[in-house]
């Protein structure tokens, strides 16, 4: 059972797992439409603010591939044996299974995010008990999410130890960085 809740990539990779993960990824946009929940960097979600349908697409969409392609080149630098796009694709598609309960705690009402609002505002909504109350619910899924990374990408690019951790937060670091610039200067 723990390899299912933490490997299941020993079980299900490339073009399956991209299969898998790619439908899990329209599953839980079309959710965060309802719910209001954002998915605007490779590690966040946001609760509140209203969206559309193409937005709601598109953060986790390029969430995803900000990682991916980091992920890969790392991985092909790291890696003694060959590492292939389909397996760290698929792999970390299916990783993202936990931002689907996240999708699902945006439904717990919050203040509406006024995009105005002034900084005393922003922090009285930031500390409203429901804002907090999401926050506490959502972050072990979270955390599930960045180990099943983890474990996606040291299975699909065969590394292990301080080399696979390392190179591992590199790619998270560089992925969030690069998601950020994308949302900002896009949308």
């Given at each position: 059972m723990k390899?299912?809740?933490?490997?299941?990539f020993?079980?299900?990779a490339?073009i399956?797992?991209?299969?898998a993960?790619?439908?899990?990824?329209?599953?839980?946009?079309f959710?965060a439409?309802?719910s209001h929940t954002?998915?605007?960097?490779?590690?966040?979600?946001?609760?509140g603010?209203?969206?559309?349908l193409a937005?709601?697409?598109?953060?986790?969409?390029?969430?995803?591939?900000?990682?991916?392609?980091?992920?890969?080149?790392i991985?092909h630098i790291?890696?003694?044996s060959?590492?292939?796009?389909?397996?760290?694709?698929g792999?970390t598609a299916l990783?993202r299974w936990p931002l689907?309960?996240v999708?699902?705690?945006?439904?717990?009402s919050?203040p509406?995010?006024n995009?105005?609002?002034?900084?005393?505002q922003?922090i009285q909504?930031a500390?409203?008990?429901?804002v907090?109350?999401?926050?506490?619910l959502?972050?072990?899924?979270?955390?599930?999410?960045?180990?099943?990374l983890?474990?996606?990408f040291?299975?699909?690019?065969?590394?292990?130890?301080?080399?696979?951790a390392?190179?591992?937060?590199?790619?998270?670091?560089?992925?969030?960085?690069?998601s950020?610039?994308?949302?900002?200067?896009?949308?």
């Open positions: 390899k299912w809740l933490f490997k299941p020993v079980y299900i490339g399956r797992a991209l299969l993960g790619l439908g899990i990824i329209l599953i839980t946009a959710i439409i309802f954002h998915f605007d960097g490779t590690l966040d979600a946001h609760f603010a209203d969206t559309s937005y709601s697409l598109l953060e986790p969409l390029s969430d995803w591939l900000c990682l991916v392609i980091p992920l890969y080149i991985g790291i890696s003694e060959s590492v292939r796009f389909i397996d760290i694709a792999t990783a689907l309960p999708a699902l705690i945006g439904f717990i919050v509406h995010i995009p105005n609002a002034s900084l005393h922003l909504t500390l409203a008990p429901a907090i109350i999401q926050a506490l959502a972050l072990p899924f979270i955390v599930w999410y960045i180990a099943l983890y474990n996606a040291s299975v699909s690019a065969n590394v292990k130890g301080g080399k696979a390392a190179s591992f937060i590199a790619s998270l670091v560089i992925a969030e960085i690069i950020k610039v994308i949302f900002i200067s896009l949308f």
